[in-house]
């Protein structure tokens, strides 16, 4: 009789946690069909350091950040040079790969794509720096970079980086350069 007992415990054990392992299984598979796990589903963000502000931010496949922002630093804005990495260098100071001087197009034209607005000629270069009035807003175009190289990839996936500027401000001695982390920012490839 006990050994009866027994058996019957141990079918029921085995019978209560199977039917709990098949309901995790049908809900997992369930949740991988609606493709809920999906990186594509990132949402894009943009979080700006004190001073400015993103209102964009987009990827395409060969790795060109195009990112909306405006600035309220209290005086006119000149952009110099900008980079983005997927990660800081040790310091937190400067990107770890790609421009990680943040050298201006006239130095460093591999790290800026020849992206002119539509009036100007096809053979024009991009503009050496940005000029942005205090409340005033722009664009920055700039590749971004991985360990690997230029962060390229598939439509629909995301990329993670920061993106750091290198500027003057108008209140300021001219020679003084500011290089600081201007937005950590999430963007797909579209």
């Not at 009035?133 to 230029?150: N, P, R």
Request: aromatic fraction near 10%.
């Amino acid at each position: 009789m006990m050994l009866h007992n027994k058996a019957q415990a141990s079918i029921d054990f085995m019978v209560a946690y199977g039917i709990a392992l098949l309901v995790i299984a049908i809900a997992l598979s369930v949740v991988v069909q609606l493709g809920l796990f999906n990186v594509r589903l990132a949402p894009t963000t943009c979080n700006p350091a004190p001073g400015f502000q993103c209102t964009a931010a987009t990827m395409n496949t060969m790795g060109v950040l195009t990112i909306a922002f405006s600035q309220a630093t209290g005086g006119t804005l000149t952009i110099n040079g900008a980079g983005c990495s997927s990660a800081a260098n040790a310091t937190r100071d400067y990107p770890a790969y790609g421009n990680v001087n943040l050298l201006p197009y006239t130095k460093a034209p591999q790290y800026y794509p020849a992206i002119v607005p539509f009036n100007t000629p096809f053979n024009s270069p991009p503009a050496n720096s940005i000029s942005l009035s205090s409340s005033g807003s722009g664009l920055i175009t700039v590749y971004c970079y991985t360990h690997f190289g230029k962060a390229t990839s598939q439509l629909g996936n995301s990329f993670s980086g920061i993106l750091w500027l290198n500027y003057t401000i108008s209140d300021l001695p001219s020679n003084l350069n500011n290089v600081q982390e201007m937005a950590s920012f999430t963007a797909k490839y579209t």
